[in-house]
C-alpha cells in the first residue's frame, strides 16, 4: 500500500484553518447585526478550526492506494473507512492536476474517470508532481494493456 506525501496535511489544515476564518467572520458579522457578543462566534470559528485540524491529520493516516494488475484499490476515512476498487478495464482518462493550495507545497493530485454512474471518478491526492504524472502514465499504459490500443 502507498500513503500519501505528508505534505498533503498542509493542504488539509489550512483548509481547515480557512474554513474556521470565514465561519468566525460570518459569526462575528452576526454578532455586530445583532448585537450579541462575539465571543460566541469566536468560540465557534475555534472549534471549527480544531475539528478541520483534526480530521486533515487522522484522514491522513487512513489514506492508503495500491496499483494492482487489474485494478486501483483505496482505502480511505476518518469515521467511515471507505474500501474502493476500480477496475482498469472501466478507466475513461486519467488527469494530473494541482490545485492552488497543492501548488503552494509543491503537490498534485491524479484523477481517474471512470466508465459509469455519474461523479464515477476517483482521486488520489498528496503525490509530488513527479509521482502524478508517472501514475498517470503507468495507469495509462496498464489500461493499454489490459484492452488493446483503443484504451485511454
Known sequence: MNSLHPRIRIVWILRAIILGIVVGSIGLGLATVLEASPLVAVAVAVLVAVVGVSHAILR?????????????????????????????????????????????????????????????DVTIPGLTPENADGLRKRLKQLVIDTDGEDAV
Not at 82 to 96: G, M, N
Open 60 to 120: 491522513y493516516r487512513n489514506w492508503r492506494y495500491v496499483v494492482g494488475e487489474d485494478a486501483i484499490y483505496l482505502e480511505r476515512g476518518v469515521l467511515t473507512e471507505i474500501r474502493t476498487e476500480v477496475p482498469l478495464v472501466r478507466i475513461q482518462h486519467v488527469d494530473s492536476r494541482r490545485s492552488a493550495f497543492e501548488r503552494l507545497v509543491g503537490l498534485a493530485s491524479t484523477v481517474v474517470y471512470t466508465a459509469g454512474s455519474r461523479g464515477a
